[in-house]
Protein backbone atom coordinates (compact mmCIF):
# COMPACT_ATOMS: atom_id res chain seq x y z
CA UNK A 1 0.00 0.00 0.00
CA UNK A 2 1.63 3.35 -1.14
CA UNK A 3 0.22 6.82 0.29
CA UNK A 4 -3.17 5.26 1.35
CA UNK A 5 -3.91 3.73 -1.86
CA UNK A 6 -4.85 0.01 -1.89
CA UNK A 7 -4.27 -1.66 -4.97
CA UNK A 8 -5.02 -5.31 -5.88
CA UNK A 9 -5.84 -7.64 -9.30
CA UNK A 10 -8.60 -9.75 -9.88
CA UNK A 11 -7.64 -12.79 -11.63
CA UNK A 12 -10.46 -15.10 -12.83
CA UNK A 13 -11.53 -18.24 -14.70
CA UNK A 14 -8.01 -19.96 -14.55
CA UNK A 15 -9.56 -23.08 -15.28
CA UNK A 16 -5.79 -24.81 -14.83
CA UNK A 17 -5.99 -28.97 -14.89
CA UNK A 18 -3.57 -30.92 -13.69
CA UNK A 19 -1.93 -31.85 -17.20
CA UNK A 20 -0.63 -28.50 -18.55
CA UNK A 21 -0.57 -29.91 -21.89
CA UNK A 22 -3.60 -30.93 -21.83
CA UNK A 23 -5.80 -28.00 -24.09
CA UNK A 24 -8.83 -26.26 -23.36
CA UNK A 25 -10.81 -24.91 -26.35
CA UNK A 26 -7.24 -24.24 -28.52
CA UNK A 27 -5.56 -22.56 -25.28
CA UNK A 28 -2.92 -24.12 -22.72
CA UNK A 29 -3.94 -22.09 -19.47
CA UNK A 30 -1.27 -23.27 -17.15
CA UNK A 31 0.84 -21.27 -19.98
CA UNK A 32 -1.34 -18.37 -19.40
CA UNK A 33 -0.86 -18.34 -16.33
CA UNK A 34 2.58 -18.69 -16.37
CA UNK A 35 2.53 -15.65 -18.68
CA UNK A 36 0.23 -13.84 -15.94
CA UNK A 37 2.26 -14.06 -12.97
CA UNK A 38 5.20 -11.60 -13.55
CA UNK A 39 2.78 -8.95 -14.71
CA UNK A 40 0.92 -9.16 -11.63
CA UNK A 41 4.75 -9.38 -9.59
CA UNK A 42 5.15 -6.55 -11.21
CA UNK A 43 2.51 -4.06 -9.99
CA UNK A 44 3.25 -5.41 -6.30
CA UNK A 45 -0.48 -5.30 -5.54
CA UNK A 46 -1.69 -5.74 -2.06
CA UNK A 47 -3.20 -8.62 -2.77
CA UNK A 48 -5.00 -10.80 -5.19
CA UNK A 49 -8.35 -12.33 -5.89
CA UNK A 50 -8.87 -15.28 -8.12
CA UNK A 51 -12.57 -15.43 -8.56
CA UNK A 52 -13.14 -18.70 -9.39
CA UNK A 53 -13.23 -21.71 -12.21
CA UNK A 54 -10.12 -22.27 -10.29
CA UNK A 55 -9.49 -25.03 -12.50
CA UNK A 56 -11.47 -26.99 -15.21
CA UNK A 57 -12.44 -30.45 -14.02
CA UNK A 58 -12.85 -30.31 -9.79
CA UNK A 59 -9.97 -32.67 -9.25
CA UNK A 60 -7.89 -32.56 -6.38
CA UNK A 61 -4.94 -33.16 -8.75
CA UNK A 62 -5.84 -29.83 -10.70
CA UNK A 63 -5.97 -27.60 -7.39
CA UNK A 64 -2.38 -29.11 -6.67
CA UNK A 65 -1.26 -28.00 -9.98
CA UNK A 66 -2.57 -24.61 -9.41
CA UNK A 67 -1.17 -24.46 -5.44
CA UNK A 68 2.02 -25.13 -7.46
CA UNK A 69 1.80 -22.70 -10.22
CA UNK A 70 0.66 -19.70 -7.97
CA UNK A 71 3.64 -20.42 -5.76
CA UNK A 72 5.34 -17.60 -7.45
CA UNK A 73 2.81 -14.64 -7.05
CA UNK A 74 4.25 -12.56 -4.51
CA UNK A 75 0.86 -11.02 -2.92
CA UNK A 76 -1.67 -12.87 -0.99
CA UNK A 77 -4.39 -14.62 -2.70
CA UNK A 78 -7.98 -14.81 -1.90
CA UNK A 79 -9.92 -17.59 -3.51
CA UNK A 80 -13.67 -17.98 -4.71
CA UNK A 81 -15.48 -20.92 -5.82
CA UNK A 82 -16.81 -21.08 -9.32
CA UNK A 83 -19.32 -23.63 -11.11
CA UNK A 84 -15.85 -25.65 -12.32
CA UNK A 85 -14.92 -26.14 -8.60
CA UNK A 86 -15.30 -27.96 -6.16
CA UNK A 87 -15.57 -27.09 -2.32
CA UNK A 88 -13.90 -30.69 -1.10
CA UNK A 89 -11.31 -31.04 -3.15
CA UNK A 90 -10.33 -26.96 -3.05
CA UNK A 91 -10.49 -27.72 0.79
CA UNK A 92 -8.21 -30.57 0.79
CA UNK A 93 -5.58 -28.78 -1.04
CA UNK A 94 -5.73 -24.96 -0.04
CA UNK A 95 -7.17 -24.91 3.27
CA UNK A 96 -5.83 -28.27 4.57
CA UNK A 97 -6.87 -27.37 8.67
CA UNK A 98 -10.20 -27.22 7.97
CA UNK A 99 -12.58 -30.07 7.59
CA UNK A 100 -12.80 -31.07 4.14
CA UNK A 101 -16.61 -30.10 3.82
CA UNK A 102 -18.64 -29.32 1.27
CA UNK A 103 -20.09 -25.89 2.71
CA UNK A 104 -19.43 -22.89 1.16
CA UNK A 105 -16.07 -20.92 0.86
CA UNK A 106 -16.94 -17.39 2.06
CA UNK A 107 -14.21 -15.01 3.08
CA UNK A 108 -14.44 -11.48 4.86
CA UNK A 109 -11.17 -9.31 5.59
CA UNK A 110 -10.37 -5.98 5.70
CA UNK A 111 -7.32 -3.60 4.18
CA UNK A 112 -7.10 -0.01 4.69
CA UNK A 113 -10.38 0.65 6.28
CA UNK A 114 -11.91 -1.41 3.24
CA UNK A 115 -14.57 -4.48 3.75
CA UNK A 116 -14.09 -7.26 0.98
CA UNK A 117 -16.28 -9.96 1.04
CA UNK A 118 -15.85 -13.19 -0.89
CA UNK A 119 -18.81 -14.97 -1.47
CA UNK A 120 -19.77 -18.47 -2.96
CA UNK A 121 -22.11 -18.86 -5.68
CA UNK A 122 -21.41 -22.29 -6.51
CA UNK A 123 -24.20 -24.72 -7.32
CA UNK A 124 -23.10 -28.34 -7.12
CA UNK A 125 -23.06 -30.38 -10.33
CA UNK A 126 -24.71 -26.89 -12.35
CA UNK A 127 -23.15 -24.21 -14.57
CA UNK A 128 -25.69 -21.79 -13.30
CA UNK A 129 -24.96 -20.04 -9.87
CA UNK A 130 -26.90 -18.73 -6.80
CA UNK A 131 -26.66 -17.75 -3.34
CA UNK A 132 -27.87 -19.89 -0.46
CA UNK A 133 -29.75 -18.99 2.43
CA UNK A 134 -26.90 -19.17 4.70
CA UNK A 135 -24.56 -17.32 2.00
CA UNK A 136 -27.20 -14.31 2.43
CA UNK A 137 -27.21 -14.52 5.80
CA UNK A 138 -23.70 -14.27 6.01
CA UNK A 139 -23.79 -11.25 3.82
CA UNK A 140 -26.52 -9.39 5.71
CA UNK A 141 -24.69 -10.16 8.72
CA UNK A 142 -20.97 -8.72 7.86
CA UNK A 143 -22.91 -5.40 5.99
CA UNK A 144 -25.05 -4.84 9.33
CA UNK A 145 -22.05 -5.00 11.53
CA UNK A 146 -19.94 -2.49 9.18
CA UNK A 147 -21.92 -0.35 7.79
CA UNK A 148 -19.34 2.61 7.63
CA UNK A 149 -16.79 1.02 6.09
CA UNK A 150 -16.43 1.26 1.98
CA UNK A 151 -17.68 -2.67 1.09
CA UNK A 152 -16.49 -4.62 -1.87
CA UNK A 153 -18.21 -7.92 -2.89
CA UNK A 154 -16.89 -10.53 -5.11
CA UNK A 155 -18.75 -13.54 -6.26
CA UNK A 156 -18.03 -15.96 -9.39
CA UNK A 157 -21.69 -15.93 -10.85
CA UNK A 158 -22.86 -12.59 -12.90
CA UNK A 159 -25.33 -10.48 -10.78
CA UNK A 160 -26.44 -8.39 -14.06
CA UNK A 161 -27.45 -9.53 -17.22
CA UNK A 162 -24.96 -9.06 -20.28
CA UNK A 163 -27.59 -9.59 -22.89
CA UNK A 164 -25.82 -12.40 -23.94
CA UNK A 165 -28.19 -15.17 -23.91
CA UNK A 166 -26.84 -18.23 -23.76
CA UNK A 167 -24.71 -16.66 -20.69
CA UNK A 168 -27.24 -15.09 -18.83
CA UNK A 169 -29.05 -18.50 -18.46
CA UNK A 170 -26.05 -19.67 -16.51
CA UNK A 171 -25.95 -16.81 -13.89
CA UNK A 172 -26.92 -15.76 -10.42
CA UNK A 173 -30.20 -17.30 -10.53
CA UNK A 174 -31.42 -15.65 -7.42
CA UNK A 175 -29.99 -12.19 -8.17
CA UNK A 176 -33.10 -10.50 -7.33
CA UNK A 177 -32.34 -11.31 -3.40
CA UNK A 178 -28.70 -10.27 -4.10
CA UNK A 179 -29.74 -7.06 -5.45
CA UNK A 180 -32.16 -6.40 -3.16
CA UNK A 181 -29.88 -7.12 -0.01
CA UNK A 182 -27.30 -4.98 -1.66
CA UNK A 183 -29.87 -2.05 -1.55
CA UNK A 184 -30.43 -1.90 1.95
CA UNK A 185 -26.30 -1.14 2.57
CA UNK A 186 -25.54 2.18 1.69
CA UNK A 187 -21.51 1.01 2.05
CA UNK A 188 -21.17 -1.18 -0.75
CA UNK A 189 -19.04 0.08 -3.31
CA UNK A 190 -17.80 -2.72 -6.01
CA UNK A 191 -19.28 -5.87 -6.83
CA UNK A 192 -16.72 -8.05 -8.88
CA UNK A 193 -17.44 -11.09 -10.46
CA UNK A 194 -15.87 -13.64 -13.15
CA UNK A 195 -17.69 -16.48 -15.19
CA UNK A 196 -18.94 -14.31 -18.17
CA UNK A 197 -14.97 -14.38 -19.44
CA UNK A 198 -14.95 -10.84 -21.19
CA UNK A 199 -15.34 -7.50 -19.47
CA UNK A 200 -18.59 -5.91 -18.36
CA UNK A 201 -19.47 -2.98 -16.50
CA UNK A 202 -22.29 -1.48 -15.31
CA UNK A 203 -23.09 1.53 -12.45
CA UNK A 204 -26.65 0.19 -10.84
CA UNK A 205 -27.00 2.25 -7.87
CA UNK A 206 -24.11 3.82 -6.73
CA UNK A 207 -22.40 0.60 -6.92
CA UNK A 208 -20.12 -0.31 -9.67
CA UNK A 209 -20.55 -4.04 -11.30
CA UNK A 210 -17.95 -5.55 -13.28
CA UNK A 211 -17.13 -8.56 -14.89
CA UNK A 212 -13.44 -9.94 -15.64
CA UNK A 213 -11.94 -11.46 -18.79
CA UNK A 214 -10.51 -14.86 -18.26
CA UNK A 215 -7.04 -16.17 -17.99
CA UNK A 216 -8.05 -18.81 -20.36
CA UNK A 217 -10.43 -18.68 -23.93
CA UNK A 218 -12.20 -15.69 -23.71
CA UNK A 219 -16.58 -16.04 -25.02
CA UNK A 220 -18.09 -14.12 -27.46
CA UNK A 221 -18.87 -10.68 -26.30
CA UNK A 222 -22.09 -10.85 -29.45
CA UNK A 223 -22.66 -14.53 -29.60
CA UNK A 224 -25.91 -15.47 -28.49
CA UNK A 225 -24.97 -18.56 -28.84
CA UNK A 226 -21.89 -20.42 -26.86
CA UNK A 227 -18.67 -19.01 -28.94
CA UNK A 228 -15.20 -18.79 -27.78
CA UNK A 229 -12.93 -16.44 -29.04
CA UNK A 230 -8.82 -16.51 -28.51
CA UNK A 231 -9.21 -13.04 -27.56
CA UNK A 232 -5.70 -11.65 -25.05
CA UNK A 233 -6.73 -12.97 -21.34
CA UNK A 234 -6.86 -10.59 -19.30
CA UNK A 235 -6.77 -9.66 -15.51
CA UNK A 236 -8.25 -5.96 -13.26
CA UNK A 237 -6.37 -4.39 -11.44
CA UNK A 238 -8.04 -1.69 -9.13
CA UNK A 239 -6.34 1.01 -7.03
CA UNK A 240 -8.88 2.24 -4.21
CA UNK A 241 -8.22 5.08 -1.76
CA UNK A 242 -11.20 5.85 0.65
CA UNK A 243 -14.35 5.83 -1.07
CA UNK A 244 -12.47 6.34 -4.55
CA UNK A 245 -11.60 3.97 -7.16
CA UNK A 246 -9.37 3.67 -10.21
CA UNK A 247 -9.57 0.54 -12.35
CA UNK A 248 -7.07 -0.94 -15.70
CA UNK A 249 -7.00 -3.80 -18.24
CA UNK A 250 -4.14 -5.63 -18.19
CA UNK A 251 -3.74 -7.92 -21.65
CA UNK A 252 -1.38 -10.45 -21.64
CA UNK A 253 0.17 -8.60 -24.78
CA UNK A 254 1.25 -5.90 -22.88
CA UNK A 255 -1.83 -3.64 -23.76
CA UNK A 256 -2.80 -1.81 -19.98
CA UNK A 257 -6.38 -0.20 -21.02
CA UNK A 258 -7.30 2.13 -18.47
CA UNK A 259 -11.14 2.11 -17.45
CA UNK A 260 -14.00 4.76 -17.48
CA UNK A 261 -14.63 6.18 -13.88
CA UNK A 262 -17.60 5.40 -12.21
CA UNK A 263 -19.79 8.32 -13.51
CA UNK A 264 -18.88 7.64 -17.30
CA UNK A 265 -20.11 3.55 -16.98
CA UNK A 266 -22.90 2.88 -18.33
CA UNK A 267 -25.85 2.62 -16.04
CA UNK A 268 -27.80 -0.55 -15.66
CA UNK A 269 -31.29 -0.16 -16.11
CA UNK A 270 -34.08 -2.55 -14.82
FE1 LIG B 1 -15.03 -19.92 -16.42
FE1 LIG C 1 -17.90 -20.06 -14.48
Redesign the pocket.
Known sequence: MTGGTLSLVQIS?LHILADDDRPQHGTRTAEILRQAIPLVNALRPDFAIAS??LVSDESEDSYRRLEELLASVEAPVHFLL???DNRVAFRRVFRPAEIPSSEPVCEAFERAGVRFLLLDSLLPGK?EGSLGPHQLRWLETELSAHPDRPTWVFL??QPLPIYIRWLDQLGLQNREQFLSLLARHRQVRVVGY??IHQARRWRYGDVLFAGVPALAFQFSTVSQEPRITLETPAFRRFEISGTQHRSWLHFLDGRVVQEPGPLATPIYVR
Open positions: DGDGNHEHHGH
